[in-house]
T-cell receptor, first 114, second 113 residues
Framework: GQQLNQSPQSMFIQEGEDVSMNCTSS?????WLWYKQDPGEGPVLLIA???AGELTSNGRLTAQFGITRKDSFLNISASIPSDVGIYFC??????????????WGAGTKLIIKP | EAQVTQNPRYLITVTGKKLTVTCSQN?????MSWYRQDPGLGLRQIYY???????DKGDVPEGYKVSRKEKRNFPLILESPSPNQTSLYFC????????????FGPGTRLTVT
């Protein structure tokens, strides 16, 4: 099935650094979602985006729905230890035959260097 | 507390021994879904259900069955598990199929030897 390209695959950062990750698609999407998965738990929704160009914040997290509708970005400012985990993007394609199912990225694993 | 529950959380079994992983949600959600998570592959959808008695295949349905007899429950059945079904499984639900904000259960780690 269709896939999203999520990058980077993993990130090693120092506490206090800003983090950026993104998801791209070859086709247009109507909705972009960003989830976080803590170790040993299920993914939890962080931010939902529904309009091209939309910029939405949730605390230190900011996500954007790309103008082309083919990408989305997630930024985390001033990272802290509890930010570690896997971040997933997910999107709903605008294709008529998409069956309304979400397409998922492979995840970005965030690791904070001691 | 609004939640999605799964049982068991951990399961080790042998090839061919039928098993069921239960999933239940208390949010009166119409839409429910099963995913498997494997390293480097992210979340892949196995089956989904838009409402009671309505189920459909996701991207990787082979070797799995589901049923949706009640709104709150969506069990995942492995009739004859094989080692390639060793994975981390998640159940999720959302208000409706058009509501993309899904709520996930805690996961079931399955090992098939």
């Amino acid at each position: 099935g269709q896939q999203l390209n999520q990058s980077p695959q993993s990130m090693f950062i120092q506490e206090g650094e800003d983090v950026s990750m993104n998801c791209t698609s070859s086709s247009i999407f109507n909705t972009w979602l960003w989830y976080k998965q803590d170790p040993g738990e299920g993914p939890v929704l962080l931010i939902a985006l529904y309009k091209a160009g939309e910029l939405t914040s949730n605390g230190r997290l900011t996500a954007q729905f790309g103008i082309t509708r083919k990408d989305s970005f997630l930024n985390i400012s001033a990272s802290i230890p509890s930010d570690v985990g896997i971040y997933f993007c997910a999107g709903q394609p605008s294709m008529m035959d998409s069956n309304y199912q979400l397409i998922w990225g492979a995840g970005t694993k965030l690791i904070i260097k001691p | 507390e609004a939640q999605v529950t799964q049982n068991p959380r951990y399961l080790i079994t042998v090839t061919g021994k039928k098993l069921t992983v239960t999933c239940s949600q208390n949010m009166n959600h119409e839409y429910m879904s099963w995913y498997r998570q494997d390293p480097g592959l992210g979340l892949r959808q196995i089956y989904y259900s838009m409402n009671v008695e309505v189920t459909d295949k996701g991207d990787v349905p082979e070797g799995y069955k589901v049923s949706r007899k009640e709104k709150r429950n969506f069990p995942l059945i492995l009739e004859s598990p094989s080692p390639n079904q060793t994975s981390l499984y998640f159940c999720a639900s959302s208000l409706a199929f058009s509501s993309y904000e899904q709520y996930f259960g805690p996961g079931t780690r399955l090992t098939v030897t």
